[in-house]
Each structure stands twice: as structure tokens, then as C-alpha cells.
């Protein structure tokens, strides 16, 4: 009563092969692939700088913070919430 058998592994594999095809299949293998390479850079990265601050004499300034009202954008609704009392 524990783990399955082989024979349930693959008649499981056939009704998933059966259910989205091989091409769904693939797509969603790649797609995981190339998310979990990115992840690795990113960590590989994060690992050779922590990337708060840029290092002094590079160039780069730091992301500005604006207060400064963006024009609202005609499929925006602007609402305000109100406790209930």
C-alpha cells in the first residue's frame, strides 16, 4: 500500500500525454527550463554583488523618486476608501 508500481507511473504519464499532448508538454518543459536558468543567474548575480548600491565610480546613479502627479490615464478609476462606521 505504499508507492506505486512502475505500471502506475506509466499509465499515468499516458493519460497526461493523452490529456494536453506532447506539444503542451514541451512548451510548459521549456518554459520551466529557461525560468529556473534564469533564477540561477539571478542568484549567481545577487551572489557577486548584493546590487544595493552601485560601486563609486561607476557611473550610474541611483533610481530617482518622483512625487511629481502622473496625467490619470483614461482607464484608470480613482476611488477612495472609507471605513465603515
Not at 506539444?23 to 549567481?44: C, H, P, Q
Not at 548575480?45 to 546590487?51: T, W
Request: aromatic share 6%; charged share 20%.
Amino acid at each position: 500500500m505504499g508507492s506505486f508500481s512502475i505500471w502506475h507511473w506509466l499509465i499515468v504519464l499516458l493519460v497526461i500525454v493523452l490529456i494536453f499532448g506532447t506539444k503542451k508538454l514541451r512548451n510548459i518543459g521549456e518554459d520551466l527550463g529557461s525560468a529556473v536558468k534564469g533564477f540561477k543567474t539571478g542568484m549567481k548575480a545577487g551572489a557577486e554583488g548584493d546590487g544595493s548600491a552601485p560601486a563609486p565610480g561607476t557611473g550610474e546613479a541611483p533610481p530617482q523618486v518622483t512625487t511629481a502627479a502622473k496625467k490619470p490615464d483614461a482607464n484608470t478609476v480613482d476611488v477612495e476608501a472609507k471605513t465603515k462606521t
